[in-house]
């Protein structure tokens, strides 16, 4: 049928937007229920789909910013094998040193920024599908208000009372 919660909702929306109103009901229409009900039921569906969707960036984070801890301690220890490499060598200890710090320094400040973007980009994921399905529930509960309102109205007969 649909591709996401997003266009099931559009449609659901259009599907009550382009009801028929019943006569002396302006907020009242007739929808068929079976459609109804099976748009929600695919929307039910698809939330997990999002929400697995959502769990998914926070483990890709969770990976990014372990990738990125390995880097940097690899980076650290190739820094503290040169620097040990430089210290043999007695006529340049001290360049050895200054060189070996200014290594770490750089994979522990590359560290710390690598795990900021990998926290920020996670944060605008997470915020961006935490606003969609936050939408997606929303709709559905307007839907199901006027569904309820729909399905709670009399029904009209056609004769006069």
């Not at 709709?139 to 009372?161: D, L």
Request: with cysteine; proline share 2%.
């Amino acid at each position: 049928m649909a591709s996401g919660v997003n266009e099931l909702i559009e449609m659901l929306y259009n599907m009550v937007s382009d009801a028929w109103g019943l006569p002396l009901g302006a907020e009242k229409c007739v929808i068929e229920r079976d459609k109804v009900l099976d748009l929600l039921d695919e929307i039910k569906a698809q939330l997990p789909t999002e929400l697995a969707e959502a769990k998914r960036l926070v483990n890709a984070r969770a990976e990014f910013i372990a990738n990125a801890k390995r880097e940097a301690d690899t980076i650290k220890k190739a820094a503290e094998e040169h620097a040990r490499r430089l210290v043999e060598e007695q006529a340049i200890i001290r360049t050895a040193k200054a060189k070996g710090n200014e290594i770490i320094t750089i994979a522990e400040t590359k560290s710390v920024e690598l795990k900021k973007a990998a926290n920020e980009y996670a944060d605008d994921a997470l915020r961006r599908t935490e606003s969609a399905i936050a939408e997606a529930l929303d709709e559905v509960r307007q839907s199901r208000i006027r569904f309820r309102s729909v399905s709670s109205a009399p029904v009209h007969t056609g004769e006069h009372e």
